[in-house]
Protein backbone atom coordinates (compact mmCIF):
# COMPACT_ATOMS: atom_id res chain seq x y z
CA UNK A 1 0.00 0.00 0.00
CA UNK A 2 1.36 3.47 -0.92
CA UNK A 3 1.83 5.36 1.99
CA UNK A 4 0.61 8.75 0.20
CA UNK A 5 -2.87 7.11 -0.52
CA UNK A 6 -2.98 5.72 3.16
CA UNK A 7 -1.72 8.68 4.84
CA UNK A 8 -1.83 11.54 2.74
CA UNK A 9 -1.61 14.94 4.81
CA UNK A 10 0.54 17.61 5.42
CA UNK A 11 1.95 20.93 3.43
CA UNK A 12 1.23 19.12 0.25
CA UNK A 13 -1.86 18.25 0.76
CA UNK A 14 -3.41 21.29 1.89
CA UNK A 15 -1.69 23.85 -0.98
CA UNK A 16 -3.14 21.14 -2.86
CA UNK A 17 -6.63 22.03 -1.86
CA UNK A 18 -5.81 25.35 -2.12
CA UNK A 19 -5.20 25.20 -5.66
CA UNK A 20 -8.32 23.11 -6.65
CA UNK A 21 -10.55 25.29 -5.30
CA UNK A 22 -8.83 28.28 -6.54
CA UNK A 23 -9.14 26.85 -9.87
CA UNK A 24 -13.03 26.13 -9.25
CA UNK A 25 -13.37 29.89 -8.22
CA UNK A 26 -11.38 31.23 -11.26
CA UNK A 27 -13.58 28.85 -13.23
CA UNK A 28 -16.30 29.97 -12.12
CA UNK A 29 -15.81 33.71 -12.81
CA UNK A 30 -14.79 33.01 -16.17
CA UNK A 31 -17.84 30.51 -17.26
CA UNK A 32 -20.24 33.38 -15.52
CA UNK A 33 -18.44 36.26 -17.75
CA UNK A 34 -19.02 33.67 -21.12
CA UNK A 35 -22.77 32.95 -20.11
CA UNK A 36 -23.34 36.64 -19.31
CA UNK A 37 -24.12 36.09 -15.99
CA UNK A 38 -22.12 37.90 -14.12
CA UNK A 39 -18.67 39.94 -14.62
CA UNK A 40 -19.95 42.41 -17.01
CA UNK A 41 -16.96 44.33 -16.57
CA UNK A 42 -14.28 41.61 -17.36
CA UNK A 43 -13.53 41.40 -21.41
CA UNK A 44 -14.77 38.46 -23.24
CA UNK A 45 -11.23 37.20 -23.97
CA UNK A 46 -10.58 37.70 -20.11
CA UNK A 47 -13.33 35.30 -19.60
CA UNK A 48 -11.51 32.32 -21.71
CA UNK A 49 -8.18 33.27 -19.68
CA UNK A 50 -10.24 32.67 -16.50
CA UNK A 51 -11.26 29.31 -17.66
CA UNK A 52 -7.62 28.50 -19.14
CA UNK A 53 -6.00 29.78 -15.25
CA UNK A 54 -8.91 26.98 -13.62
CA UNK A 55 -7.83 24.73 -16.25
CA UNK A 56 -4.26 25.27 -15.17
CA UNK A 57 -4.77 25.40 -11.45
CA UNK A 58 -6.78 22.20 -11.02
CA UNK A 59 -4.62 20.08 -13.08
CA UNK A 60 -1.29 21.54 -11.61
CA UNK A 61 -2.69 21.04 -8.10
CA UNK A 62 -2.10 17.37 -8.19
CA UNK A 63 1.82 17.56 -8.74
CA UNK A 64 2.64 21.11 -8.06
CA UNK A 65 2.59 21.37 -4.47
CA UNK A 66 5.19 17.80 -3.65
CA UNK A 67 7.62 19.54 -5.85
CA UNK A 68 7.91 22.61 -3.89
CA UNK A 69 7.47 21.32 -0.42
CA UNK A 70 9.23 17.87 -1.12
CA UNK A 71 8.42 14.15 -1.87
CA UNK A 72 5.13 12.70 -0.19
CA UNK A 73 6.74 9.99 0.12
CA UNK A 74 9.62 9.57 2.21
CA UNK A 75 12.67 7.70 1.34
CA UNK A 76 15.82 6.83 3.72
CA UNK A 77 18.60 8.12 2.83
CA UNK A 78 21.41 5.34 2.26
CA UNK A 79 23.74 4.81 5.28
CA UNK A 80 21.69 7.53 6.86
CA UNK A 81 21.21 6.22 10.86
CA UNK A 82 17.87 5.88 11.92
CA UNK A 83 17.07 6.98 15.29
CA UNK A 84 16.19 4.62 17.93
CA UNK A 85 12.96 5.44 19.89
CA UNK A 86 11.90 4.42 24.09
CA UNK A 87 8.26 3.49 22.61
CA UNK A 88 6.97 -0.34 23.62
CA UNK A 89 3.94 -1.09 21.38
CA UNK A 90 1.77 -4.56 22.49
CA UNK A 91 -1.46 -5.80 21.46
CA UNK A 92 -4.29 -5.70 23.92
CA UNK A 93 -6.57 -7.30 21.51
CA UNK A 94 -6.98 -9.47 19.89
CA UNK A 95 -4.82 -12.51 22.74
CA UNK A 96 -2.38 -14.71 21.24
CA UNK A 97 -4.27 -17.67 19.70
CA UNK A 98 -7.93 -16.32 20.28
CA UNK A 99 -10.49 -17.43 17.81
CA UNK A 100 -12.13 -14.69 15.62
CA UNK A 101 -14.95 -15.22 14.19
CA UNK A 102 -17.83 -12.27 12.10
CA UNK A 103 -16.79 -9.93 9.02
CA UNK A 104 -14.58 -7.47 11.81
CA UNK A 105 -12.26 -7.49 14.39
CA UNK A 106 -11.37 -4.86 16.87
CA UNK A 107 -7.84 -4.64 17.40
CA UNK A 108 -6.40 -2.84 20.80
CA UNK A 109 -2.74 -1.93 21.21
CA UNK A 110 -1.01 -0.64 24.38
CA UNK A 111 1.61 1.96 23.15
CA UNK A 112 3.75 3.02 25.97
CA UNK A 113 6.57 6.21 26.44
CA UNK A 114 5.29 7.77 22.74
CA UNK A 115 2.73 9.44 21.34
CA UNK A 116 0.66 9.14 18.04
CA UNK A 117 0.80 11.86 15.56
CA UNK A 118 -1.61 12.31 12.63
CA UNK A 119 0.41 14.27 10.80
CA UNK A 120 3.07 13.10 8.31
CA UNK A 121 6.92 15.22 8.81
CA UNK A 122 10.51 14.82 7.97
CA UNK A 123 10.70 16.01 11.36
CA UNK A 124 11.15 12.92 13.47
CA UNK A 125 11.66 12.38 17.16
CA UNK A 126 11.98 9.66 19.20
CA UNK A 127 8.86 9.41 20.95
CA UNK A 128 6.16 10.52 18.28
CA UNK A 129 5.53 8.48 15.00
CA UNK A 130 2.12 6.41 13.45
CA UNK A 131 1.24 3.12 13.74
CA UNK A 132 1.50 0.56 10.65
CA UNK A 133 -0.53 -2.64 10.99
CA UNK A 134 -0.11 -5.49 8.74
CA UNK A 135 -2.00 -9.04 8.47
CA UNK A 136 0.45 -11.90 6.82
CA UNK A 137 3.23 -9.55 6.11
CA UNK A 138 0.53 -7.25 4.21
CA UNK A 139 0.24 -3.64 4.93
CA UNK A 140 -3.38 -3.23 5.77
CA UNK A 141 -3.70 -0.07 7.83
CA UNK A 142 -1.21 3.14 8.68
CA UNK A 143 -3.15 5.04 11.87
CA UNK A 144 -2.62 7.71 14.76
CA UNK A 145 -4.84 5.25 16.76
CA UNK A 146 -4.77 1.69 19.05
CA UNK A 147 -7.95 0.97 18.64
CA UNK A 148 -8.56 -0.26 15.05
CA UNK A 149 -11.59 -2.10 13.66
CA UNK A 150 -10.20 -4.76 10.35
CA UNK A 151 -12.06 -6.03 7.90
CA UNK A 152 -12.07 -9.97 7.84
CA UNK A 153 -14.47 -10.85 4.91
CA UNK A 154 -11.96 -11.70 2.45
CA UNK A 155 -9.45 -13.44 5.54
CA UNK A 156 -9.68 -17.16 5.14
CA UNK A 157 -10.21 -19.37 8.05
CA UNK A 158 -7.25 -20.52 9.69
CA UNK A 159 -4.07 -19.18 11.90
CA UNK A 160 -2.99 -15.45 10.84
CA UNK A 161 -0.43 -13.20 12.05
CA UNK A 162 -0.53 -9.50 12.99
CA UNK A 163 2.02 -7.83 12.89
CA UNK A 164 1.97 -4.10 14.59
CA UNK A 165 5.08 -1.34 14.13
CA UNK A 166 5.24 1.98 15.80
CA UNK A 167 7.15 4.07 12.98
CA UNK A 168 8.68 7.69 13.12
CA UNK A 169 6.51 10.38 11.64
CA UNK A 170 8.07 9.90 8.35
CA UNK A 171 6.59 6.72 8.22
CA UNK A 172 9.88 4.61 8.34
CA UNK A 173 10.76 2.35 11.10
CA UNK A 174 13.10 3.20 14.09
CA UNK A 175 16.52 1.09 14.99
CA UNK A 176 15.97 -0.79 16.58
CA UNK A 177 12.30 -1.21 14.93
CA UNK A 178 9.71 -1.05 17.61
CA UNK A 179 7.48 -4.03 16.04
CA UNK A 180 4.45 -6.87 17.97
CA UNK A 181 2.80 -9.78 16.65
CA UNK A 182 -0.14 -12.06 17.99
CA UNK A 183 -1.25 -14.72 16.04
CA UNK A 184 -5.31 -15.52 16.09
CA UNK A 185 -7.26 -18.00 14.77
CA UNK A 186 -10.13 -17.10 12.11
CA UNK A 187 -13.00 -19.22 12.34
CA UNK A 188 -15.86 -20.09 9.54
CA UNK A 189 -18.77 -18.25 10.20
Known amino acids: MNPLV ?18 IWVGWIGWSRLRGTGFPRLPQWGGWAAI ?14 RMIVGTAIPTAVPGAARPSSPARLTFVDPKPGAKVSGDDMTVRMDLENATLTPLTSTTITPDQG ?11 SMSGDTLQVIDLRTVAPGQHTLTADFVAADHLPFDPPVTTQVTFDRTSG
Open 6 to 23: AHASGADETMSLVMLFAG
Open 52 to 65: GVAATLMITATFVP
Open 130 to 140: HIHLSLDGTLI
